[in-house]
Protein backbone atom coordinates (compact mmCIF):
# COMPACT_ATOMS: atom_id res chain seq x y z
CA UNK A 1 0.00 0.00 0.00
CA UNK A 2 0.77 3.64 -0.65
CA UNK A 3 -0.13 6.31 1.00
CA UNK A 4 -1.21 9.45 -0.66
CA UNK A 5 -1.06 12.87 1.47
CA UNK A 6 -2.46 15.99 0.27
CA UNK A 7 -1.72 19.45 1.47
CA UNK A 8 -3.79 20.93 4.95
CA UNK A 9 -5.01 22.79 2.70
CA UNK A 10 -6.13 20.92 -0.19
CA UNK A 11 -10.10 21.08 -0.21
CA UNK A 12 -12.24 17.97 -0.93
CA UNK A 13 -15.68 18.56 -2.76
CA UNK A 14 -18.72 17.54 -4.21
CA UNK A 15 -20.30 19.41 -7.43
CA UNK A 16 -23.78 19.91 -8.73
CA UNK A 17 -25.75 21.92 -10.79
CA UNK A 18 -29.53 24.04 -10.54
CA UNK A 19 -31.10 21.77 -13.34
CA UNK A 20 -29.51 18.79 -12.70
CA UNK A 21 -30.83 18.60 -9.26
CA UNK A 22 -33.28 21.21 -7.90
CA UNK A 23 -36.67 19.83 -9.65
CA UNK A 24 -39.53 22.63 -8.41
CA UNK A 25 -39.43 23.43 -11.97
CA UNK A 26 -42.59 26.16 -11.95
CA UNK A 27 -42.34 27.06 -8.34
CA UNK A 28 -42.37 30.46 -6.64
CA UNK A 29 -41.88 32.38 -9.41
CA UNK A 30 -39.47 30.26 -11.44
CA UNK A 31 -40.57 30.01 -15.22
CA UNK A 32 -38.96 28.21 -18.18
CA UNK A 33 -35.27 27.60 -18.61
CA UNK A 34 -33.86 26.32 -22.15
CA UNK A 35 -33.83 23.00 -20.55
CA UNK A 36 -37.69 22.80 -19.23
CA UNK A 37 -38.74 23.96 -22.55
CA UNK A 38 -36.10 21.43 -24.28
CA UNK A 39 -36.95 18.61 -22.22
CA UNK A 40 -40.86 18.95 -23.37
CA UNK A 41 -39.95 18.29 -27.17
CA UNK A 42 -40.11 14.33 -27.36
CA UNK A 43 -37.03 12.87 -28.43
CA UNK A 44 -34.92 15.15 -27.12
CA UNK A 45 -34.27 13.52 -24.00
CA UNK A 46 -33.20 9.43 -24.56
CA UNK A 47 -35.84 8.61 -21.58
CA UNK A 48 -38.49 10.83 -22.28
CA UNK A 49 -38.28 12.69 -18.67
CA UNK A 50 -38.02 16.22 -17.45
CA UNK A 51 -36.46 18.41 -14.74
CA UNK A 52 -39.87 19.30 -12.90
CA UNK A 53 -38.75 17.06 -9.67
CA UNK A 54 -35.67 15.75 -10.29
CA UNK A 55 -33.90 15.07 -7.19
CA UNK A 56 -36.29 17.45 -5.35
CA UNK A 57 -33.53 19.39 -3.92
CA UNK A 58 -35.53 22.73 -3.77
CA UNK A 59 -37.47 21.08 -1.17
CA UNK A 60 -34.99 18.64 0.32
CA UNK A 61 -32.21 21.00 0.62
CA UNK A 62 -31.14 20.96 4.75
CA UNK A 63 -31.29 17.17 4.36
CA UNK A 64 -29.05 17.65 1.43
CA UNK A 65 -26.54 19.83 3.87
CA UNK A 66 -26.62 17.59 5.80
CA UNK A 67 -25.37 14.89 3.77
CA UNK A 68 -22.46 16.82 2.41
CA UNK A 69 -22.01 17.10 6.38
CA UNK A 70 -21.88 13.29 6.86
CA UNK A 71 -19.76 13.14 3.96
CA UNK A 72 -17.12 15.82 5.74
CA UNK A 73 -16.98 17.75 2.80
CA UNK A 74 -15.23 21.05 3.22
CA UNK A 75 -16.64 22.73 -0.11
CA UNK A 76 -19.67 22.26 -2.04
CA UNK A 77 -20.08 23.50 -5.13
CA UNK A 78 -23.71 24.27 -6.70
CA UNK A 79 -24.86 26.66 -9.06
CA UNK A 80 -27.63 29.45 -9.61
CA UNK A 81 -30.75 28.98 -11.91
CA UNK A 82 -31.07 32.19 -14.03
CA UNK A 83 -34.94 31.36 -14.43
CA UNK A 84 -35.25 31.19 -10.69
CA UNK A 85 -33.72 34.34 -9.81
CA UNK A 86 -34.69 36.29 -13.13
CA UNK A 87 -37.51 34.54 -14.65
CA UNK A 88 -38.21 35.59 -17.91
CA UNK A 89 -35.15 37.90 -17.99
CA UNK A 90 -37.46 40.81 -16.40
CA UNK A 91 -38.14 41.27 -13.19
CA UNK A 92 -35.87 39.90 -9.88
CA UNK A 93 -37.51 37.31 -8.27
CA UNK A 94 -37.05 37.57 -4.25
CA UNK A 95 -38.15 33.47 -3.45
CA UNK A 96 -35.59 32.51 -6.13
CA UNK A 97 -33.11 34.76 -4.69
CA UNK A 98 -34.10 33.77 -0.85
CA UNK A 99 -33.81 29.99 -1.67
CA UNK A 100 -29.55 30.47 -2.27
CA UNK A 101 -29.63 32.70 0.55
CA UNK A 102 -30.53 30.14 2.85
CA UNK A 103 -28.50 27.46 1.19
CA UNK A 104 -25.42 29.36 1.92
CA UNK A 105 -26.67 30.13 5.11
CA UNK A 106 -26.99 26.43 5.93
CA UNK A 107 -23.80 25.35 4.45
CA UNK A 108 -21.96 28.33 6.52
CA UNK A 109 -23.39 26.99 9.76
CA UNK A 110 -22.74 23.46 8.96
CA UNK A 111 -19.19 24.87 8.30
CA UNK A 112 -18.95 24.13 4.62
CA UNK A 113 -17.68 26.16 1.92
CA UNK A 114 -20.13 27.62 -0.72
CA UNK A 115 -18.88 27.91 -4.30
CA UNK A 116 -20.90 29.37 -6.68
CA UNK A 117 -21.32 29.03 -10.47
CA UNK A 118 -23.87 31.26 -11.92
CA UNK A 119 -24.12 29.76 -15.02
CA UNK A 120 -24.62 26.28 -15.47
CA UNK A 121 -26.84 25.81 -19.42
CA UNK A 122 -30.17 26.93 -17.60
CA UNK A 123 -30.90 30.11 -19.01
CA UNK A 124 -34.29 31.86 -18.96
CA UNK A 125 -35.76 30.37 -22.03
CA UNK A 126 -37.02 34.50 -22.64
CA UNK A 127 -33.66 35.34 -23.73
CA UNK A 128 -33.38 31.95 -26.21
CA UNK A 129 -36.24 33.45 -27.94
CA UNK A 130 -34.06 36.48 -28.62
CA UNK A 131 -30.94 34.06 -29.92
CA UNK A 132 -29.53 33.11 -27.22
CA UNK A 133 -25.93 33.32 -26.94
CA UNK A 134 -25.44 34.01 -30.37
CA UNK A 135 -27.17 37.22 -29.75
CA UNK A 136 -24.39 39.65 -28.36
CA UNK A 137 -27.00 41.32 -26.13
CA UNK A 138 -27.32 37.79 -23.78
CA UNK A 139 -24.14 38.38 -22.53
CA UNK A 140 -24.57 41.87 -20.93
CA UNK A 141 -27.83 40.24 -19.70
CA UNK A 142 -25.89 37.87 -17.77
CA UNK A 143 -23.55 40.66 -16.13
CA UNK A 144 -26.47 42.08 -14.96
CA UNK A 145 -28.19 39.02 -13.43
CA UNK A 146 -24.02 37.99 -12.05
CA UNK A 147 -24.06 41.51 -10.53
CA UNK A 148 -27.20 40.99 -8.95
CA UNK A 149 -26.33 37.80 -7.27
CA UNK A 150 -22.85 38.79 -6.30
CA UNK A 151 -24.47 41.93 -4.28
CA UNK A 152 -27.10 39.32 -2.58
CA UNK A 153 -24.57 36.65 -1.67
CA UNK A 154 -21.32 37.96 -1.73
CA UNK A 155 -21.39 39.07 1.91
CA UNK A 156 -21.55 35.62 2.83
CA UNK A 157 -19.42 33.48 -0.19
CA UNK A 158 -15.65 33.78 -1.13
CA UNK A 159 -15.71 31.43 -4.74
CA UNK A 160 -17.66 32.40 -8.05
CA UNK A 161 -17.33 30.51 -10.73
CA UNK A 162 -19.17 32.57 -13.79
CA UNK A 163 -19.51 29.97 -16.40
CA UNK A 164 -19.18 26.39 -16.14
CA UNK A 165 -17.86 24.70 -19.64
CA UNK A 166 -18.63 27.13 -22.33
CA UNK A 167 -17.57 24.51 -25.09
CA UNK A 168 -20.72 22.87 -24.19
CA UNK A 169 -23.12 25.41 -24.06
CA UNK A 170 -21.74 26.76 -27.68
CA UNK A 171 -20.56 23.69 -29.49
CA UNK A 172 -22.39 21.10 -28.00
CA UNK A 173 -25.32 22.95 -27.85
CA UNK A 174 -25.67 25.42 -31.09
CA UNK A 175 -23.52 23.17 -33.97
CA UNK A 176 -23.58 19.44 -32.36
CA UNK A 177 -27.32 19.96 -31.26
CA UNK A 178 -27.49 17.84 -28.38
CA UNK A 179 -28.23 19.98 -25.65
CA UNK A 180 -30.41 22.81 -25.41
CA UNK A 181 -31.22 24.43 -27.38
CA UNK A 182 -30.54 21.74 -29.80
CA UNK A 183 -29.42 23.99 -32.85
CA UNK A 184 -27.03 22.66 -35.88
CA UNK A 185 -25.66 25.77 -36.88
CA UNK A 186 -21.51 26.54 -36.83
CA UNK A 187 -22.25 29.78 -37.15
CA UNK A 188 -24.48 30.41 -33.86
CA UNK A 189 -22.38 28.27 -32.14
CA UNK A 190 -19.15 30.31 -33.04
CA UNK A 191 -20.66 33.44 -31.86
CA UNK A 192 -21.91 31.45 -28.55
CA UNK A 193 -18.57 30.69 -27.94
CA UNK A 194 -17.59 34.28 -28.03
CA UNK A 195 -20.54 35.61 -26.67
CA UNK A 196 -19.81 33.47 -23.80
CA UNK A 197 -16.51 34.64 -22.84
CA UNK A 198 -18.04 38.18 -23.14
CA UNK A 199 -20.86 37.37 -20.72
CA UNK A 200 -17.64 36.05 -18.41
CA UNK A 201 -15.63 39.32 -18.44
CA UNK A 202 -18.86 41.38 -18.28
CA UNK A 203 -19.60 39.08 -14.94
CA UNK A 204 -16.20 39.30 -13.72
CA UNK A 205 -15.84 42.95 -13.87
CA UNK A 206 -19.12 43.55 -12.27
CA UNK A 207 -18.26 41.34 -9.70
CA UNK A 208 -14.75 42.62 -8.95
CA UNK A 209 -16.30 45.83 -8.48
CA UNK A 210 -18.36 45.10 -5.37
CA UNK A 211 -15.85 42.80 -3.88
CA UNK A 212 -14.70 46.11 -1.97
CA UNK A 213 -11.95 43.87 0.22
CA UNK A 214 -14.10 40.89 0.68
CA UNK A 215 -12.60 37.91 0.04
CA UNK A 216 -12.79 37.01 -3.83
CA UNK A 217 -11.85 34.14 -5.64
CA UNK A 218 -13.81 34.93 -8.72
CA UNK A 219 -12.78 32.11 -12.05
CA UNK A 220 -14.33 30.38 -14.50
CA UNK A 221 -14.78 26.42 -15.62
CA UNK A 222 -13.15 24.76 -18.68
CA UNK A 223 -14.15 21.36 -19.73
CA UNK A 224 -10.76 20.07 -21.04
CA UNK A 225 -9.87 17.13 -23.75
CA UNK A 226 -6.31 15.48 -24.24
CA UNK A 227 -6.39 14.92 -27.67
CA UNK A 228 -3.88 12.12 -28.49
CA UNK A 229 -3.10 11.78 -32.32
CA UNK A 230 -4.36 7.82 -32.94
CA UNK A 231 -1.08 7.29 -34.99
CA UNK A 232 1.43 9.09 -33.86
CA UNK A 233 3.47 8.62 -37.35
CA UNK A 234 0.61 9.96 -39.37
CA UNK A 235 0.39 13.89 -39.88
CA UNK A 236 -3.01 14.01 -40.57
CA UNK A 237 -4.24 12.28 -37.37
CA UNK A 238 -1.30 15.07 -35.84
CA UNK A 239 -3.34 18.02 -37.40
CA UNK A 240 -6.77 16.29 -35.45
CA UNK A 241 -5.35 16.28 -32.36
CA UNK A 242 -4.38 20.18 -32.83
CA UNK A 243 -7.82 20.54 -34.00
CA UNK A 244 -9.75 19.33 -31.26
CA UNK A 245 -7.15 20.82 -28.82
CA UNK A 246 -8.24 24.50 -30.81
CA UNK A 247 -11.86 23.99 -30.53
CA UNK A 248 -12.18 22.37 -26.98
CA UNK A 249 -9.22 23.83 -25.27
CA UNK A 250 -7.27 26.67 -26.35
CA UNK A 251 -10.31 28.83 -27.83
CA UNK A 252 -11.20 29.03 -24.44
CA UNK A 253 -7.93 29.35 -22.74
CA UNK A 254 -5.98 31.58 -24.76
CA UNK A 255 -8.50 34.73 -25.01
CA UNK A 256 -9.10 33.97 -21.11
CA UNK A 257 -5.14 34.10 -20.11
CA UNK A 258 -3.41 35.68 -23.32
CA UNK A 259 -5.76 37.90 -24.45
CA UNK A 260 -6.21 36.59 -28.26
CA UNK A 261 -7.41 33.70 -30.10
CA UNK A 262 -4.72 31.21 -31.21
CA UNK A 263 -4.06 32.00 -34.72
CA UNK A 264 -4.82 28.60 -36.21
CA UNK A 265 -8.08 28.45 -34.03
CA UNK A 266 -9.25 31.58 -36.43
CA UNK A 267 -8.50 29.92 -39.02
CA UNK A 268 -10.48 26.73 -38.66
CA UNK A 269 -13.33 28.98 -37.49
CA UNK A 270 -12.95 31.66 -40.16
CA UNK A 271 -15.62 30.33 -42.36
CA UNK A 272 -17.88 30.50 -39.51
CA UNK A 273 -17.07 33.95 -38.46
CA UNK A 274 -15.33 33.93 -35.37
CA UNK A 275 -13.42 37.00 -37.00
CA UNK A 276 -16.72 38.78 -37.38
CA UNK A 277 -18.13 38.34 -34.11
CA UNK A 278 -15.24 40.13 -32.26
CA UNK A 279 -15.50 43.48 -31.77
CA UNK A 280 -12.91 46.02 -30.74
CA UNK A 281 -12.32 45.77 -27.35
CA UNK A 282 -13.41 42.54 -26.30
CA UNK A 283 -10.63 40.41 -25.58
CA UNK A 284 -9.27 43.22 -22.79
CA UNK A 285 -12.68 42.54 -21.54
CA UNK A 286 -12.39 38.66 -21.73
CA UNK A 287 -8.56 38.67 -20.82
CA UNK A 288 -9.20 40.34 -17.29
CA UNK A 289 -7.33 38.74 -14.42
CA UNK A 290 -8.77 35.60 -12.62
CA UNK A 291 -8.17 34.71 -9.36
CA UNK A 292 -8.19 30.57 -10.18
CA UNK A 293 -8.91 28.18 -13.27
CA UNK A 294 -11.72 25.05 -12.74
CA UNK A 295 -10.99 22.37 -14.33
CA UNK A 296 -13.56 19.97 -15.54
CA UNK A 297 -11.91 16.40 -16.71
CA UNK A 298 -13.45 13.49 -17.78
CA UNK A 299 -11.72 11.44 -19.98
CA UNK A 300 -8.97 12.13 -23.50
CA UNK A 301 -9.32 10.58 -26.81
CA UNK A 302 -7.34 9.66 -29.84
CA UNK A 303 -7.88 11.17 -33.03
CA UNK A 304 -7.51 10.68 -36.62
CA UNK A 305 -7.28 13.09 -39.36
CA UNK A 306 -9.88 12.99 -42.80
CA UNK A 307 -9.86 9.66 -44.50
CA UNK A 308 -11.82 9.09 -47.68
CA UNK A 309 -15.51 10.31 -47.45
CA UNK A 310 -15.83 9.90 -43.89
CA UNK A 311 -14.89 13.26 -43.46
CA UNK A 312 -16.04 16.44 -45.66
CA UNK A 313 -14.25 18.98 -43.02
CA UNK A 314 -15.73 21.77 -44.42
CA UNK A 315 -16.15 22.66 -40.30
CA UNK A 316 -13.23 21.31 -38.73
CA UNK A 317 -14.49 23.96 -35.94
CA UNK A 318 -16.84 21.64 -34.34
CA UNK A 319 -14.08 19.36 -33.91
CA UNK A 320 -15.70 16.34 -32.48
CA UNK A 321 -18.47 16.04 -34.57
CA UNK A 322 -16.19 16.00 -37.75
CA UNK A 323 -12.97 14.38 -36.68
CA UNK A 324 -12.82 10.88 -35.75
CA UNK A 325 -12.63 9.32 -32.30
CA UNK A 326 -10.77 6.23 -31.95
CA UNK A 327 -10.71 3.46 -29.51
CA UNK A 328 -7.70 2.96 -27.32
CA UNK A 329 -8.84 -0.20 -26.45
CA UNK A 330 -9.47 1.51 -22.57
CA UNK A 331 -12.00 0.39 -20.51
CA UNK A 332 -15.02 3.16 -20.42
CA UNK A 333 -17.71 4.49 -18.21
CA UNK A 334 -21.38 3.90 -18.83
CA UNK A 335 -21.21 7.15 -21.36
CA UNK A 336 -18.86 5.15 -22.96
CA UNK A 337 -15.63 7.56 -21.84
CA UNK A 338 -12.15 5.99 -21.83
CA UNK A 339 -10.96 5.67 -17.96
CA UNK A 340 -7.24 6.77 -18.26
CA UNK A 341 -5.95 8.96 -15.27
CA UNK A 342 -2.99 9.96 -16.99
CA UNK A 343 -4.62 11.71 -18.93
CA UNK A 344 -5.40 14.13 -16.65
CA UNK A 345 -2.10 14.24 -14.88
CA UNK A 346 -0.48 15.34 -18.47
CA UNK A 347 -3.54 18.18 -18.51
CA UNK A 348 -2.77 19.49 -15.28
CA UNK A 349 0.87 19.46 -16.25
CA UNK A 350 0.31 21.14 -19.21
CA UNK A 351 -1.71 23.64 -18.18
CA UNK A 352 0.79 24.75 -15.47
CA UNK A 353 3.43 25.00 -18.11
CA UNK A 354 1.34 26.84 -20.25
CA UNK A 355 -1.51 28.78 -19.24
CA UNK A 356 -2.16 28.78 -15.41
CA UNK A 357 1.82 28.82 -13.96
CA UNK A 358 2.84 31.88 -16.01
CA UNK A 359 -0.02 33.68 -14.95
CA UNK A 360 0.54 32.80 -11.38
CA UNK A 361 -3.09 31.45 -10.82
CA UNK A 362 -4.09 28.10 -8.53
CA UNK A 363 -6.49 25.30 -10.55
CA UNK A 364 -9.37 23.46 -8.55
CA UNK A 365 -10.63 20.76 -10.36
CA UNK A 366 -14.42 21.29 -10.43
CA UNK A 367 -15.71 18.34 -11.56
CA UNK A 368 -14.73 14.94 -12.32
CA UNK A 369 -16.39 11.53 -11.72
CA UNK A 370 -17.92 8.93 -13.76
CA UNK A 371 -21.20 7.62 -14.62
CA UNK A 372 -21.90 3.22 -14.33
CA UNK A 373 -24.20 1.23 -14.04
CA UNK A 374 -24.81 0.62 -10.66
CA UNK A 375 -26.69 -2.23 -8.99
CA UNK A 376 -28.02 -1.86 -5.72
CA UNK A 377 -29.51 -4.05 -2.78
CA UNK A 378 -32.77 -4.04 -1.23
CA UNK A 379 -31.61 -0.93 1.71
CA UNK A 380 -30.32 1.10 -1.81
CA UNK A 381 -26.70 0.29 -1.03
CA UNK A 382 -23.99 0.56 -4.46
CA UNK A 383 -20.85 -0.96 -4.16
CA UNK A 384 -19.30 0.88 -6.53
CA UNK A 385 -15.98 -0.14 -5.21
CA UNK A 386 -14.63 -1.43 -8.52
CA UNK A 387 -15.82 1.38 -11.07
CA UNK A 388 -16.64 4.34 -9.49
CA UNK A 389 -14.47 4.69 -6.48
CA UNK A 390 -11.59 3.21 -8.64
CA UNK A 391 -11.91 6.17 -10.86
CA UNK A 392 -12.24 8.92 -8.28
CA UNK A 393 -9.28 7.30 -6.50
CA UNK A 394 -6.93 6.97 -9.48
CA UNK A 395 -7.88 10.16 -10.78
CA UNK A 396 -7.33 12.05 -7.26
CA UNK A 397 -3.40 9.95 -7.34
CA UNK A 398 -3.04 11.72 -10.76
CA UNK A 399 -3.58 15.15 -9.29
CA UNK A 400 -1.56 14.34 -6.30
CA UNK A 401 1.49 13.07 -9.03
CA UNK A 402 1.06 16.85 -10.56
CA UNK A 403 1.18 18.68 -7.20
CA UNK A 404 4.23 16.42 -6.62
CA UNK A 405 5.62 18.09 -9.73
CA UNK A 406 4.67 21.80 -8.96
CA UNK A 407 1.17 22.25 -10.39
CA UNK A 408 -0.53 24.41 -7.77
CA UNK A 409 -4.06 22.64 -7.37
CA UNK A 410 -5.98 23.76 -4.67
CA UNK A 411 -8.85 21.11 -4.43
CA UNK A 412 -10.52 18.60 -5.71
CA UNK A 413 -14.63 18.31 -6.55
CA UNK A 414 -16.41 14.88 -7.11
CA UNK A 415 -19.11 14.75 -9.64
CA UNK A 416 -21.61 14.07 -8.69
CA UNK A 417 -22.58 14.47 -4.68
CA UNK A 418 -26.19 12.44 -6.09
CA UNK A 419 -27.68 10.80 -9.04
CA UNK A 420 -29.00 13.30 -11.49
CA UNK A 421 -30.51 14.46 -14.87
CA UNK A 422 -27.68 14.01 -16.83
CA UNK A 423 -28.86 16.24 -19.27
CA UNK A 424 -29.87 14.01 -22.74
CA UNK A 425 -29.67 11.09 -20.98
CA UNK A 426 -32.16 11.57 -18.72
CA UNK A 427 -31.93 10.02 -15.49
CA UNK A 428 -30.39 7.00 -17.02
CA UNK A 429 -26.75 7.92 -16.11
CA UNK A 430 -25.41 7.96 -12.59
CA UNK A 431 -22.58 9.88 -11.79
CA UNK A 432 -23.19 10.69 -8.10
CA UNK A 433 -21.40 9.24 -4.98
CA UNK A 434 -24.54 9.54 -3.23
CA UNK A 435 -27.48 6.93 -4.80
CA UNK A 436 -30.94 8.40 -5.37
CA UNK A 437 -34.11 6.68 -5.48
CA UNK A 438 -36.24 8.46 -8.10
CA UNK A 439 -39.71 7.26 -6.57
CA UNK A 440 -38.46 8.22 -3.22
CA UNK A 441 -36.20 10.62 -3.12
CA UNK A 442 -34.23 8.64 -0.75
CA UNK A 443 -30.51 9.59 -0.60
CA UNK A 444 -28.16 6.57 0.16
CA UNK A 445 -24.12 6.66 0.21
CA UNK A 446 -22.84 4.34 -2.19
CA UNK A 447 -19.37 3.05 -1.07
CA UNK A 448 -17.19 5.39 -3.33
CA UNK A 449 -18.73 8.50 -0.89
CA UNK A 450 -18.39 5.94 2.38
CA UNK A 451 -14.21 6.11 0.50
CA UNK A 452 -14.08 9.81 -0.08
CA UNK A 453 -15.39 10.84 3.45
CA UNK A 454 -12.62 9.31 4.86
CA UNK A 455 -10.32 10.54 2.29
CA UNK A 456 -11.80 14.27 3.27
CA UNK A 457 -11.51 13.31 6.93
CA UNK A 458 -8.21 12.52 6.09
CA UNK A 459 -6.68 14.61 3.90
CA UNK A 460 -5.85 11.46 1.99
CA UNK A 461 -5.66 7.65 1.12
CA UNK A 462 -3.94 4.35 0.93
CA UNK A 463 -3.44 2.94 -2.35
CA UNK A 464 -2.38 -0.23 -3.65
CA UNK A 465 1.19 1.12 -5.15
C1 LIG B 1 -20.35 18.08 -17.62
N1 LIG B 1 -19.30 15.87 -23.64
O1 LIG B 1 -21.04 17.96 -18.84
C2 LIG B 1 -21.24 18.99 -16.80
O2 LIG B 1 -20.61 20.07 -16.19
C3 LIG B 1 -22.16 18.27 -15.87
O3 LIG B 1 -23.34 19.02 -15.73
C4 LIG B 1 -22.42 16.86 -16.37
O4 LIG B 1 -23.37 16.19 -15.61
C5 LIG B 1 -21.08 16.14 -16.34
O5 LIG B 1 -20.11 16.82 -17.10
C6 LIG B 1 -21.15 14.70 -16.84
O6 LIG B 1 -21.51 14.67 -18.18
C7 LIG B 1 -20.54 17.43 -19.99
O7 LIG B 1 -20.16 15.41 -24.45
C8 LIG B 1 -21.47 16.94 -20.90
O8 LIG B 1 -18.08 15.84 -23.92
C9 LIG B 1 -21.07 16.43 -22.10
C10 LIG B 1 -19.72 16.40 -22.41
C11 LIG B 1 -18.78 16.88 -21.51
C12 LIG B 1 -19.21 17.41 -20.29
Redesign the pocket.
Known amino acids: MQRYEFPPEFQFGA ?1 T ?1 AA ?1 IEGAGHEDGKTDSIWDAYCRTPGNIIDGSNIEVACDHYHRMEEDVALIKRLNLDMYRFSISWARVRPDDRDFNALGIDFYSRLVDELLANDITPWITLY ?2 DEPRALLEQGGWANRDTAYRFAEYAARVYEELGDRVEYWTTL ?2 P ?2 SSF ?1 SYA ?1 G ?2 APGYTDPKQAVAAAHHLLLGHGLAAKEIRSRADGKPLSLGI ?1 L ?1 F ?1 VAHPADPNSAADHDAARQIDGAHNRIFLDPLLRGSYPADVCDDMREAGLDRVIRDGDLDIISQPLDVLGV ?1 F ?2 GVAVAGPSGSEINSTTPYVG ?1 ERIRTLSRGLPVTD ?1 G ?1 EVLADDLRELLIRLDKEYTGPAGIPIFIT ?1 N ?1 A ?1 YPDVCDETGFVDDTHTRLAYIRDHLIAVHEAIGQGVDINGYFA ?2 LMD ?1 F ?2 TFGYT ?1 R ?1 GIVRVDYETGARTPKASAHWYARTASRKGFDAPA
Request: charged share 10%; hydrophobic share 45%.
Open positions: AAQHWNEWCLAIHTNTNYNAMWEGAWSNEWKF
